[in-house]
């Protein structure tokens, strides 16, 4: 449909056949939008299609939001190119193939026969294309703005859009981010007695356990003070336990189906928090937005818990948050380095190989990581320590975070295909699964009434409000030692240095902002140190997080009082709650 004269926008989440593309939202805080990408390993993917109706038949030009994804690195090749097709023919340009940036690339003039066109979305090479939008435009002179403050009110107007985000209830409890964490705390606030919103920013739940990441279940449950505490976690955590494993061993419909069978809770799947609404220290509606067609929706509540991880919405919402390491001067913390600095533990691009009955062909990958016989990984298959992005900024850069860790997948196994001096040895393997959602393991971390260290851990420090027990050690990734010295700056291999702990019961004090008054957190982003980080940041943990802050958000509505009230006036019913 025409919204603005002469302009027809197409965004690309709207296509109403994704075929072999995939839809990307991790970066639409940075460029505005999710987009899809042709993630085919080398292989390019069938064509994206959709039908679009034009005000008259004629000629326009044509524009597609993309980039070169390799143009960082100033890499020769430019892996991720495509072409639109107007009713199976191409326009004139090849997208994908300049700037380091997204940006409209020109694409020509293409002459509309039919009212009713088809377009696609056609894959060159199976490295990763990506398109956000396409623009067509009668007026010769006319050209799409690049300045992310008018082209988010270009796209909204161009789609038609509402001025205005959609009311779509009034909740007890809105829950943003679908990983363990936030699942736990939906299923336990549901059946401690609220309504609930789940909010999550993809198509499937369970964050770094679904089948888009593949990483396993860490942590134990059902300990000691709170033995019931753990038994969601069991419901919707699958049988089998290994990181990079093949898809089914998540088991995304089992989290699924647990969730649908709780009638309090309405679940917002591919839908990402973008936005708050406030009134003084309080927030009253989060403001998301379809990651695939834009339309802005209002969730009201009284009580919100932010699960994703980044500390998104508390980050929205003016809380007080850390980022990187704390200095052994600020903390006292052993393990702390000397003074602090914005490190973070990296993500991970998990991959795997299979065997397959004869030899596979990989091309060559110019623009990828270059490789020689002494720093090739000898591995068919890569995980929790294909680690990249310590010294990046694991929000602002988490783009170019990802596509580094997928140029040394693809570097590396194109040298072991090609050129190594034992490539027989992997003849007969085929790159079967690299994730293109990376698993991040540490952003913001949002500060509550205590903020945990070391210390408490170590020392076994009683709080009177001690609830979640941790049992991971203090585990924190570093650069391996010898991947530093071939990729100084730019290493892509971790070691985990790990600190043995006794099972510890963590306060509930870190569950909640300090100065947002009904914002709960569970997760990586609670208040804690980078070092405690290290144990509690484990999914069976963090579910058991999750189940606190459930039973915790009944309380405040029962008693018209706020996370940091249920602690002053109401803690014994909470562990009354937390014992049944």
Same mark, same amino acid.
């Given at each position: 449909?025409?919204?603005?004269?002469?302009?027809?926008?197409?965004?690309?989440?709207?296509?109403?056949?994704?075929?072999?593309?995939?839809?990307?939202?991790?970066?639409?805080?940075?460029?505005?939008?999710?987009?899809? $990408?042709?993630?085919?390993?080398? *292989?390019?993917?069938?064509?994206?299609?959709?039908?679009?109706?034009?005000?008259?038949?004629?000629?326009?030009?044509?524009?597609?939001?993309?980039?070169?994804?390799?143009?960082?690195?100033?890499?020769?090749?430019?892996?991720?190119?495509?072409?639109?097709?107007?009713?199976?023919?191409?326009?004139?340009?090849?997208?994908?193939?300049?700037?380091? /940036?997204?940006?409209?690339?020109?694409?020509?003039?293409?002459?509309?026969?039919?009212? /009713?066109?088809?377009?696609?979305?056609?894959? &060159?090479?199976?490295?990763?294309?990506?398109?956000?939008?396409?623009?067509?435009?009668?007026?010769?002179?006319?050209?799409?703005?690049?300045?992310?403050?008018?082209?988010?009110?270009?796209?909204?107007?161009?789609?038609?859009?509402?001025? /205005? +985000?959609?009311?779509?209830?009034?909740?007890?409890? !809105?829950?943003?981010?679908?990983?363990?964490?936030?699942? @736990?705390?939906?299923?336990?606030?549901?059946?401690?007695?609220?309504?609930?919103?789940?909010?999550?920013?993809? +198509?499937?739940?369970?964050?770094?356990?679904?089948?888009?990441?593949?990483?396993?279940?860490?942590?134990?449950?059902?300990?000691?003070?709170?033995? *019931?505490?753990?038994?969601?976690?069991?419901?919707?955590?699958?049988?089998?336990?290994? /990181?990079?494993?093949?898809?089914?061993?998540?088991?995304?419909?089992?989290?699924?189906?647990?969730?649908?069978?709780?009638?309090?809770?309405?679940?917002?799947?591919?839908?990402?928090?973008?936005?708050?609404?406030?009134?003084?220290?309080?927030?009253?509606?989060? $403001?998301?937005?379809?990651?695939?067609?834009? %339309?802005?929706?209002?969730?009201?509540?009284?009580?919100?818990?932010?699960?994703?991880?980044?500390?998104?919405?508390?980050?929205?919402?003016?809380?007080?948050?850390?980022?990187?390491?704390?200095?052994?001067?600020?903390?006292?913390?052993? $393990?702390?380095?000397?003074?602090?600095?914005?490190?973070?533990?990296?993500?991970?691009?998990?991959?795997?190989?299979?065997? %397959?009955?004869?030899?596979?062909?990989?091309?060559?990958?110019?623009?990828?990581?270059?490789?020689?016989?002494?720093?090739?990984?000898?591995?068919?298959?890569?995980?929790?320590?294909?680690? =990249?992005?310590?010294?990046?900024?694991?929000?602002?850069?988490?783009?170019?975070?990802?596509?580094?860790? &997928?140029?040394?997948?693809?570097?590396?196994?194109?040298?072991?295909?090609?050129?190594?001096?034992?490539?027989?040895?992997?003849?007969?393997?085929?790159?079967?699964?690299?994730?293109?959602?990376?698993?991040?393991?540490?952003?913001?971390?949002?500060?509550?009434?205590?903020?945990?260290?070391?210390?408490?851990?170590?020392?076994?420090?009683?709080? +009177?409000?001690? @609830?979640? !027990?941790?049992?991971? =050690?203090?585990?924190?990734?570093?650069?391996?030692?010898?991947?530093?010295?071939?990729?100084?700056?730019?290493?892509?291999?971790?070691?985990?240095?790990?600190?043995?702990?006794?099972?510890?019961?963590?306060?509930?004090?870190?569950?909640?902002?300090?100065?947002?008054?009904?914002?709960?957190?569970?997760?990586?982003?609670?208040?804690?140190?980078?070092?405690?980080?290290?144990?509690?940041?484990?999914?069976?943990? =963090?579910?058991?997080?999750?189940?606190?802050?459930?039973?915790?958000?009944?309380?405040? #509505?029962?008693?018209?009082?706020?996370?940091?009230?249920?602690?002053?006036?109401? %803690?014994?019913?909470?562990?009354? #709650?937390?014992?049944?």
């Amino acid at each position: 449909m025409e919204m603005i004269k002469g302009i027809v926008f197409i965004q690309s989440g709207t296509f109403n056949d994704y075929g072999g593309w995939a839809l990307d939202q991790q970066f639409m805080d940075q460029m505005g939008s999710s987009y899809l $990408i042709a993630h085919g390993l080398g *292989k390019a993917v069938k064509d994206a299609t959709t039908t679009v109706s034009f005000p008259e038949a004629g000629e326009y030009k044509v524009w597609a939001r993309t980039k070169d994804w390799v143009a960082p690195w100033k890499a020769p090749g430019a892996p991720g190119k495509f072409q639109v097709l107007v009713d199976g023919k191409a326009v004139e340009t090849v997208f994908g193939t300049e700037g380091a /940036n997204w940006h409209w690339q020109e694409g020509g003039t293409v002459e509309i026969k039919n009212k /009713n066109a088809r377009i696609s979305l056609h894959d &060159l090479t199976g490295f990763d294309g990506r398109c956000d939008a396409i623009v067509f435009s009668s007026d010769a002179k006319f050209a799409p703005p690049e300045e992310p403050d008018e082209l988010a009110v270009f796209r909204k107007k161009a789609q038609g859009l509402p001025e /205005n +985000p959609e009311d779509v209830g009034t909740y007890d409890l !809105v829950v943003v981010g679908g990983g363990i964490a936030g699942e @736990c705390a939906a299923i336990s606030g549901a059946r401690s007695g609220l309504k609930v919103a789940f909010v999550h920013d993809r +198509p499937v739940l369970g964050g770094n356990n679904s089948s888009e990441v593949r990483v396993h279940l860490g942590g134990r449950v059902n300990l000691s003070p709170y033995p *019931k505490l753990g038994n969601i976690v069991n419901e919707i955590g699958p049988v089998k336990q290994g /990181n990079a494993q093949p898809a089914g061993t998540y088991e995304d419909a089992k989290k699924l189906k647990a969730v649908a069978k709780e009638k309090k809770i309405s679940l917002y799947l591919n839908v990402h928090a973008t936005g708050v609404e406030k009134e003084g220290d309080r927030i009253s509606a989060v $403001i998301g937005k379809d990651i695939r067609t834009g %339309r802005e929706l209002r969730f009201k509540a009284p009580l919100f818990v932010d699960c994703t991880g980044d500390g998104s919405v508390g980050f929205l919402a003016g809380a007080e948050f850390r980022m990187g390491r704390e200095g052994r001067e600020e903390t006292g913390e052993t $393990i702390a380095p000397e003074k602090g600095d914005k490190m973070t533990m990296g993500s991970s691009v998990q991959w795997y190989s299979e065997k %397959r009955s004869g030899p596979v062909q990989f091309p060559e990958c110019p623009w990828a990581v270059q490789f020689n016989e002494d720093t090739v990984q000898k591995v068919d298959m890569g995980e929790w320590d294909w680690e =990249t992005g310590m010294n990046r900024d694991q929000i602002s850069e988490f783009e170019f975070v990802r596509d580094y860790g &997928l140029r040394v997948v693809y570097g590396n196994w194109a040298y072991l295909k090609n050129k190594y001096s034992d490539r027989a040895k992997f003849a007969d393997n085929d790159l079967s699964w690299v994730a293109y959602v990376a698993g991040k393991r540490e952003s913001r971390r949002l500060l509550g009434d205590v903020i945990l260290c070391q210390q408490d851990i170590e020392g076994a420090k009683a709080f +009177p409000d001690a @609830c979640v !027990v941790t049992t991971w =050690t203090i585990d924190l990734h570093y650069p391996e030692a010898k991947n530093s010295k071939d990729f100084p700056g730019q290493e892509f291999r971790s070691i985990a240095k790990h600190v043995k702990i006794n099972p510890y019961p963590i306060p509930y004090r870190t569950l909640y902002s300090r100065n947002v008054e009904n914002l709960f957190m569970a997760g990586r982003n609670i208040s804690v140190t980078h070092v405690a980080l290290g144990t509690v940041r484990v999914m069976r943990t =963090t579910g058991m997080m999750g189940e606190v802050i459930g039973m915790a958000a009944a309380l405040c #509505m029962k008693n018209k009082t706020t996370p940091r009230g249920v602690y002053e006036k109401y %803690r014994m019913e909470l562990i009354g #709650m937390m014992k049944k």
